[in-house]
């Protein structure tokens, strides 16, 4: 895969940057910047962007059925957590879209799509940057977790390279590889949970398995329950 990389200094969210620009670039194109003024999570959530952190959307054009696209947020966790290892860094996907080492967070996915035209998958990693005050116990750098320094743009390569690895199993159909790869990677599996829904606890019980469709298994006490994954979060019970 050719990545075609946008430098900026300060963008409000290079997601929403990514998405004004994707029709008019090709597919592999990536919008990167060294902070960000109004990060962004799901559904309005904040992402804490100051600098020395990976803030990077990525634009893909993939011929898929639209059914395929959300496990695009599964490629760029599964990048994220390939590229930690690289540097011994042990990490774990909570489904659907986070990135945890010892049960904090160091990366959020966020993607995006605009069914037949393109998707985007935005990732931030915290790799030198502080973690503000309110995430404290929660958050995690990979400074922090190392003691020194990373060099952000050996991180990114590592991170393209991964997600150029994954996306060409995406591409070529082969689903399940990544399903199970997330399977063997996760943080939930096994574990007691709660899942919410705007702020509401939606269900409780155990995590199960993942399924073909990158839908979470719950085993509850009125039967299992399938949640598929759109803006649900999880808390460990
Ligand atoms: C996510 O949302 O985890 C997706 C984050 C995606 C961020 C990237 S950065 C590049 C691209 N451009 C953007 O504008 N966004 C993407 P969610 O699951 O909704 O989690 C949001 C929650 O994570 C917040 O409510 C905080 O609790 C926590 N959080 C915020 N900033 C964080 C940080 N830097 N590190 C760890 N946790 C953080």
């Known amino acids: 895969m050719e990545w075609h990389i946008i430098r900026l200094t ?10 004004e620009i994707a029709e008019d670039v090709p597919e ?3 919008v990167l910047a060294r902070r960000q003024t109004f990060g962004k999570g799901r559904r ?9 952190g990976l803030w990077m959307s990525v634009i893909l054009k993939p011929k898929t059925s639209i059914e395929n696209v959300p496990k695009l947020v599964f490629v760029g ?13 042990p990490a774990e996907i909570k489904w659907p879209n986070d ?11 966020l993607s995006e799509c605009k069914p037949g035209r393109f998707a985007i998958i935005g990732i931030g990693l915290n790799v030198n940057n502080e973690i503000p005050e309110e995430l404290e116990g929660f958050a995690v750098s990979m400074k922090s977790l190392l003691g020194f320094d990373i060099n952000l743009d050996e991180v990114l ?4 390279r991964a997600l150029s690895y994954w996306y060409t199993v995406f591409k070529s159909g082969r689903h399940y590889e990544i399903l199970d790869a997330v399977r063997r990677r996760s943080a939930v599996l096994g574990r007691r949970i709660r ?9 409780e019980g155990t995590a199960l398995d993942i399924d073909d469709d990158g839908a979470l298994i719950v085993e509850t006490d009125e039967g299992t329950k399938r949640v598929l994954y759109g803006d649900v979060s999880i808390r460990f019970s």
């Open 157 to 160: 390569q590592r991170v393209l």
């Open 44 to 52: 309005g959530r904040y992402w804490a962007s100051p600098e020395g």
């Open 10 to 19: 300060e963008v409000r969210s290079t997601n929403e940057y990514a998405k």
């Open 99 to 109: 990135v945890l080492v010892g049960g904090k967070k160091i990366a959020g996915i």
């Open 195 to 203: 899942i919410f829904e705007d702020g509401e606890v939606l269900l």
């Open 77 to 89: 966790a599964l990048a994220v957590v390939d590229a930690l290892s690289k540097y011994g860094i």
């Open 28 to 30: 592999g194109t990536v």
